[in-house]
C-alpha cells in the first residue's frame, strides 16, 4: 500500500501554467495577477506547474508567501531569497483599542527602515541572477492591503521591478478579490494598474476522472464517476474539499461517496468559524451580508434594502453612508467582494453556504 506522502494526488494544470507563463516568456508583459478563492489549488498550481515550466524556459523562480511572516512581509521575501543576516524592525508592545488587550506593532518609521533592508538584499540577489530572467511569484499578495503599515513594502515591490524591467517579472496572486484589486487601483501606493488580472478557472469533470484513477490505483475500491461527479459540485468545485474526502474514505477503506460527503459537509460545518464570524459583525453588517449571500445582484442602496435595514436596525431610515461604512468593514475584513457594477459577492464559498443554509433563501429577519 502507497503511504499517503507517496500517492499522486496533484492534478497537472498545465494548459493553465503555460498560459501564465507565455506572457512572460514573450515580453508581452511584466506582471500577472492571479484570483482564487482559498482552498481552489492557487498555490499548488504556481509552485507544482508554474514554476516547473518556467524554470525550464530558463527563468529564475523565487516564491514568496506573505503568509509566512504575516506581521513582517519583508520576512517573506529575505526567506524566500535565502538571506541569512536580517535586521528586525524593533517593535514596542502597545495596547490596541478594541482587542481587549495588547499586541505588537511595528512603528511606520521601522517598516520603512525594514523595507530599504529588504530592497538591498533583494536587488542584491537579482544582481547575483543577472544571467537569466527572474520570475516572482508573490503569493497571497493581498496580505499587503491590510495594514498600512505595509505600504512601504508596496513602493519597494514597484521600485524594483521598475528599475529590472525587460529581466525581472512578477506575478502576483492572492485568495482576496477585493484586496488584490485594491493593490492595483489604490492611488497611493499602485502597484501596476495596467496589470492583467485573471481569474482561476474551476475544475471540471477531468480532475474528478484523475482523481477517482488516482485512489483506485492506490488500492481502494472503486467509486461510481457520477456519483463522485455530483458530490464535486455539490462540494462548489472545490477541489481541496474533494481531495480531502478522498482521503478520508481511504483511510476508512470505503467507497460510499454519497454517504461520505454528507459526513465530511456536516463535519466541515461542525468545524466552521462562520457562525463566529457572523456573530461578531454589527446589525446592519450581518443583515448586508445576509442579502449579499441570497442574491449577488440586490440593489444595496434602494429604498427597499433601506427600509429592510432601518427595520432591523429600529430606526426610522438608513442613510447611504451607513451602508458604505458597513460595506467598507466587510472589504476589510475580507468577507465581500465588489465585482463591479454595484454588485457584491461573498468571498469565501463555506461563509456563503453558512448563510444559506441557516437562513435560507428568502429574504427576512437574521435571527
Not at 103 to 115: F, K, L
Not at 228 to 250: D, T
Amino acid at each position: 500500500m502507497q503511504l499517503r506522502s507517496q500517492i499522486p494526488w496533484h492534478y497537472p494544470r498545465t494548459a493553465v501554467a503555460q498560459g501564465l507563463l507565455g506572457p512572460f516568456a514573450s515580453g508581452l508583459t511584466q506582471v500577472q495577477a492571479l484570483f482564487a478563492p482559498r482552498r481552489m489549488g492557487k498555490t499548488e498550481l504556481v509552485r507544482q506547474d508554474l514554476t516547473p515550466l518556467a524554470e525550464e524556459a530558463g527563468f529564475t523562480v523565487v516564491y514568496v508567501s506573505f503568509w509566512d511572516a504575516v506581521d513582517s512581509p519583508g520576512d517573506s521575501i529575505l526567506r524566500a531569497i535565502g538571506a541569512t543576516e536580517r535586521q528586525m524592525s524593533s517593535s514596542h508592545s502597545i495596547s490596541v483599542a478594541g482587542t481587549g488587550g495588547s499586541r505588537n506593532v511595528s512603528h511606520e518609521r521601522d517598516t520603512e527602515t525594514h523595507a530599504v533592508t529588504v530592497s538591498q538584499a533583494l536587488r542584491a540577489y537579482l544582481d547575483q541572477k543577472s544571467d537569466s530572467p527572474v520570475l516572482l511569484l508573490l503569493d497571497e499578495v493581498q496580505h499587503l492591503a491590510t495594514r498600512p503599515a505595509f505600504e512601504p513594502y508596496l513602493y519597494m515591490l514597484r521600485t524594483v521591478l521598475d528599475e529590472y524591467k525587460g529581466r525581472v517579472y512578477a506575478l502576483f496572486t492572492g485568495s482576496s478579490r477585493d484586496q488584490l484589486l485594491s493593490l492595483f487601483r489604490r492611488r497611493n501606493a499602485p502597484l501596476f494598474s495596467a496589470a492583467n488580472t485573471l481569474t482561476l478557472p474551476d475544475l471540471d469533470s477531468e480532475f474528478v476522472r484523475h482523481m477517482l484513477a488516482v485512489f483506485e490505483q492506490s488500492g481502494s475500491p472503486a467509486i461510481d464517476e457520477e456519483d463522485a461527479i455530483e458530490v464535486f459540485h455539490g462540494l462548489r468545485r472545490v477541489p481541496a474539499h474533494f481531495h480531502n474526502l478522498l482521503q478520508a474514505m481511504k483511510a476508512a477503506g470505503r467507497n460510499d461517496i454519497k454517504v461520505a460527503a454528507q459526513e465530511f459537509l456536516q463535519q466541515m460545518a461542525d468545524e466552521s468559524d462562520a457562525a463566529s464570524v457572523y456573530d461578531g459583525l454589527a446589525l446592519i453588517e450581518r443583515t448586508l451580508l445576509l442579502r449579499i449571500a441570497r442574491n449577488r445582484s440586490a440593489a444595496l442602496y434602494s429604498d427597499s434594502n433601506k427600509q429592510l435595514l432601518a427595520k432591523e436596525l429600529g430606526q426610522e431610515h438608513v442613510a447611504d453612508y451607513q451602508i458604505q461604512h458597513a460595506l467598507r468593514r466587510l472589504r476589510r475584513d475580507g468577507l465581500v467582494s465588489n465585482i463591479g457594477h454595484g454588485q457584491y459577492v461573498i468571498e469565501d464559498p463555506e461563509m456563503h453556504d453558512w448563510l444559506i443554509n441557516e437562513f435560507g433563501t428568502v429574504d427576512g429577519r437574521p435571527e
